[in-house]
């Protein structure tokens, strides 16, 4: 009995698999009809219709009464956004948001979602024919794109279509769902986008950007006019989004090659070849969105204004620090010349001009002073007979105390033991000589 019973056991767990496969397999061929019928419903024939109908007998009812139609949706997930902590995998992601959405929507329609094996997932609905049942579609989209928020810190967009009311009409409406859905770029991730937000820019002919507007681009590069390039930036995109899809990409486009053009003059040379702007054109296409596009070219461009603004800065601050030294060197006989002093001269506060000569010099002002008048003492003690103290009170030290202290900090020995030295090995030098 109990080998019968194992037996048995065996065989029910190998018709259950066999049952899940065959499921699985019917599963996989009403799927083929249904997307036959999404990208082809023209050419649909009588039989693979009849093979849809008994697949999803909820989209197909024999229903008397009000009119029904099918309302399409085309799905496709978004990339994780830059420090999302999502670690779904793609194909993970899209399983997963094809249950979801086909659970939510599911509550209020009859529904199926699948997986074209392509970039998209569809969702067909058996709804109203009126259009009547739309904003519901819609709503029921987004909750389940709050749903994949949720849960995995990711998001689908998704486009959807007023009914088709005609079977053989499908397809075009899931072709129409594609091109309805490339509008993400001006929506964002997680958009669910209705024929009505994009029928402007469909419907859009005059998609040229005035010339002068690429005129003032250049001149506000070129004057390095951060306020006057993002007011531009603003104003170019601003008529980018009323633009259809096709012709948005151009036009960001046409922003690129301004700035390559200005970047080639020789005064931006350093910018031309910097990797940032090889890598500029790549980055800025491959953006979700018009707004992350217009992000990253403001932000380069405010790098080179940036840039710019710090070289003439350096250079404005050289020229100060350069004054300072003249203006040390033609005083410094001075007694009461000092970092203070230098200051009120240039009309500047002593903390600045401080901080600004030892950025550049290395030294104090004070010790600038100091080592200038201690380079003359040497001169004279080599070059005069004056005393110590005379020398000390002519170069403007305190007293001479002070100056032999810092004298011999800075050359190893006292203004005396410097001047009997040099005496010494002049001596030698001449007995050498003489030898």
């Known amino acids: 009995m109990s080998y019968i019973s194992g037996v048995y056991e065996l065989t029910l767990n190998k018709l259950r698999l066999a049952r899940q496969e065959e499921n699985r397999n019917q599963q996989i061929v009403h799927d083929y009809y249904l997307r036959r019928w999404m990208a082809d419903s023209e050419s649909l024939t009588e039989e693979e219709l009849e093979e849809c109908r008994k697949a999803f007998p909820r989209l197909f009812p024999k229903e008397e009464g009000a009119r029904r139609g099918w309302t399409v949706a ?38 199926r979602v699948l997986d074209m094996k392509n970039d998209f997932l569809v969702a067909v609905a058996r709804t109203s024919a009126d259009g009547s049942d739309s904003e519901a579609v819609r709503r029921l989209l987004g909750d389940a794109v709050d749903t994949c928020r949720q ?16 079977f053989r009409a499908v397809s075009l409406a899931y072709r129409a769902s594609v091109q309805q859905l490339m509008y993400r770029v001006l929506y964002g991730p997680g958009a669910v986008i209705a024929p009505e937000d994009v029928e402007g820019n469909m419907a859009r002919r005059d998609v040229a950007i005035p010339v ?48 390559r053009q200005v970047l080639r003059e020789p ?23 018009l707004a992350g596009m217009k992000e990253k070219i403001a932000l380069f461009l405010e790098q080179v204004c940036l840039a710019e603004r710090e070289a003439q800065k350096e250079d404005k601050n050289k020229v100060v620090v ?21 200051a009120s001269n240039f009309k500047m506060s002593s903390a600045y001009v401080g901080r600004l000569f030892k950025q550049y010099e290395n030294v104090s002002v004070g010790d600038y002073i100091n080592g200038y008048r201690l380079e003359k003492a040497r001169e004279m003690l080599l070059g005069s007979s004056f005393s110590v103290k005379e020398i000390a009170d002519y170069l403007g030290f305190n007293n001479a105390s002070y100056f032999i202290t810092l004298f011999k900090k800075r050359f190893g020995m006292t203004p005396k033991e410097f001047r009997m030295s040099v005496a010494l090995g002049e001596e030698r030098r001449l007995d050498g000589t003489r030898n």
């Open 212 to 259: 002068e507007w690429e005129k003032k681009l250049g001149e506000a590069i070129r004057a390095r006019d951060e306020k006057a390039i993002l007011a531009l930036l603003d104003k170019w995109f601003d008529a980018i989004s009323a633009f259809p899809y096709d012709d948005m990409t151009f036009a960001v486009q046409q922003i690129l090659l301004v700035v």
């Open 151 to 166: 849960f995995y810190r990711r998001t689908f967009s998704a486009a959807v279509r007023h009914p088709a009311n005609d």
């Open 322 to 342: 350069d004054a300072i030294k003249e203006f040390v060197e033609k005083n410094a006989l001075d007694v009461n010349l000092s970092l203070q002093s230098v």
């Open 74 to 111: 085309v799905l496709t997930p978004d990339p994780p956004s830059p420090g999302s902590r999502s670690s779904v995998r793609d194909d993970l992601f899209r399983f997963a948001a094809c249950n979801i959405t086909e659970e939510t929507v599911g509550r209020s329609f009859p529904v």
């Open 267 to 289: 005064v931006f040379a350093g910018h031309f070849n910097s990797i940032a702007m090889q890598t500029l054109g790549t980055s800025v296409i491959r953006s979700d969105t």
